[in-house]
């Protein structure tokens, strides 16, 4: 009897220190989320900041802490982006210590706001909530802005009131800010993919750059042909559906537009969609497209076109064209050259092209759980000021940068590092212009990331489209619309894909499938998609 | 420890408990933990179900979010996929079973005759091997072994065939995606059954020995029937998974060329619903998916309770 209630007390005690242990975390995690509550009540005393007290602003007093959730984080030299140069610059001027969550994958943010579990501010494309930034706004995941900017966000104030066209791009049809956004300052910032093709190829062969279709066939053969070449054209389709490239000469497109009577059509019912999956499909038959053009991930197509494999690509100035000049330099007289848009007649402009509205939905918003809203706006504000665009886009001079006659350059221990790290790696630990930050993109980054002049060319090729005027901008729906078509558009979505690829791989012919196409579409709902879309872009024009 | 307690039959459970708890408490504080697990992290998560009833809005939070009642469902079987998702799980699914079921059993008789203890030991070793090679990396050697310029294409090559992008062609999915799922998964799973022939009593083949029986003789007259049970356990269990077919393999294999036989249930859950913040909907598929797995394993338990007398419960 007594050895088992000796055994029992030892249980019973075993158990409570368990809970006790689990109790422990519980107390201390709801004091971390007490405390610097207070803070934003602070906030009262630094409502009439002017710009010309910036510089007393910063650093914050006081222990000033926020956490920043973002995508997938990989860099070699810095576990998370809150390692990086940049950033322990930017806490260090600011005083406010941030903590950097990063999750990756298709859903996590859609499980982080699910869970509830908000962290105090976020990175995300907001375009891609659905419901956009109203649904955000209106479940708490993020808090509207305007009054904090008005109290804390001078410089980002000053901005807008500097660039009206901006203003209307980054608020809501009701007026109302929600971010701190990425801003393309610069129109040569909003190309950045276009086709390219082996320069010294074409040379060899006695070709000139291809402009339209028919030429593009001929260069593809000669590709195929005298080179060997067994895929002459190669990308990934995600890039080739972003980019409008080849099905722009057919006056069609992947995505939403806006016609000439100002109305939204969608690029894949056009008659001319027919026509250009037709000619892929052609192609395709002929080798002249990558046999697995279905599955090519960016790995794969960087192999083909440094290897002699392809001949032509669609790719982005940095991340591709950079990449495979600087992968194939060891290989003799290798060559890329942007090419225009194509299109079916010599001298004709593409209807569609790469080019991005400078903004597109991607920003820093605060949630409405954020508990020191202050710090979260100071930080952020700080890098729309003249320091903070520099730090942001440049990262700390006499390290990453000098300002040569006004200009700032990157040194040389960012461009050619001398351990091998490349402009992108060593970039990315100074600075975020390279990509999705709360900052107006400097055009100067730009012009020096593109070390190549095959690069710089390249941007101004591909600016020669009509892409900008039929671009849809960054819209916003209520609640209601996204609800009704949400689900609708990523099946619309899937089906193109779908009837697409197969009609190219030969499964399908498209003009037997036309018909079918076209009314399974209307059968899904893309009159209604059509309709919310339009709602939507008279309400941004009404602005 | 335990304690036998013979009861009268017409005490009420009440009654009895109180008794049992009195005289085996240290068995009740052991199984307490576990009972405990599984009220907090498997019956109380359960309310979340509820939102399959509502449109659930975070900022709202589930009690909060308004109720649509059967709406998401209806959508879901009105829905312009809604055949095909199905039909593509069922056969899908019926496939696994048909070719991926009976593999772990034949690889472990297989092994189980085996009789130099180190060539045993290796094969054991090789086919366990890709159980842990993660998902994400044996989809991607899928994708690039079958890609026109990798290794199956060049052994198709080498032997005078053309060079086919298997993993574009509709028709190559379901078997690329069953034989894959057999190597990885059969060498795991004969374990269980080579534990079941362990358990064989030697002086039946002994006996069969004596008798005249050759090998294949013993294979079928013992070694068969004896991991009969284990065999129908598995099954049931099996069937209890009918309609999970791991979306993970699914979406890290298709592409809109195969959509048409790839896409099943949990892919299109994935896609339409988590990737586009539906979550009420896609909850609302998910218990549909559910209900159908528990009535599969219903069916299965009661079959195989009149065909063999084994079962689940």
Redesign the interface.
Known sequence: MRKSTAKLVSLLVIMMMVFVSFAGCGSTEEGATETPATDSSTGTESTESTETEEKDVYPLEGDRTITYWTGGWVHADFPTQGDTHLMQEKMKRTGVEVEFIHQTGADAFSLLVASGDLPDVFGYRFTNFPGGPTAALEQGVVMEMNEHFENWAPNLMQIYADNPEWDKLVKTDDGQYYNFPFIRGDDYLTVFVGPQARKDWLDDLNLSEPETIDEWYTVLKAFKEEKGATAPLTFEYSILRSSDAFVGAYDASFEYFINSEGEVEFGSVREGFRDFTRTLAKWYEEGLLDQDIATVDRDQVAARMTTGVSGAAVGHTGSRMGAWLTAASDVENYDLVGLRYPTLNKGETAMFGQRQHPYFGQGIGVTSKARDVEAAVRFFDYGYGEEGHMLYNFGIEGKSYEMIDGYPTYTDYVLQNEEGKSPAQMLRGYTQSVFNGPLVQDRRYMEQYAQYDQQKNAIETWMQTNGGDHNMPAVTYTSEESNAIGAIMSEIYDYRDEIFFRAVLGDIDIDSEWDNYIRSLDRMGLQDVLAVQQDALDRYNNR | MIKNQSYKVEEPFIVRLKKDLKVN??LY?IVL?VVLFYLVFRYFPMYGTLIAFK???????IFGSPWVGFSHFI?FFT???FVRVVSNTFILSFYELLFGFPMPIILAILINEVRSRRYRKLVQTVTYMPFFISLVVVCGMI??FS???GIINDIIYLFGGR?V?L????SYFRPMFIISGIWQHSGWGSIIYLAALMAIDPSLYESAEIDGANRFQKIRYITIPSIVPTIVIMFILRMGRILNIGFEKIILLY???T??VADVISSYV??????????S?STAVGLVNSVVNLMFLVAANKLSKKATDSSLW
């Open positions: 408490t240290s504080f933990p449109n659930y809005s975070p900022g709202l939070g959508r829905g312009n996929f994708v690039q890609a026109t310029d060079r992008p993993m574009q062609r509709a592409n809109p060329s959509y048409q994935y896609r339409v619903g988590l990737t586009n913040f539906s979550w909907y």
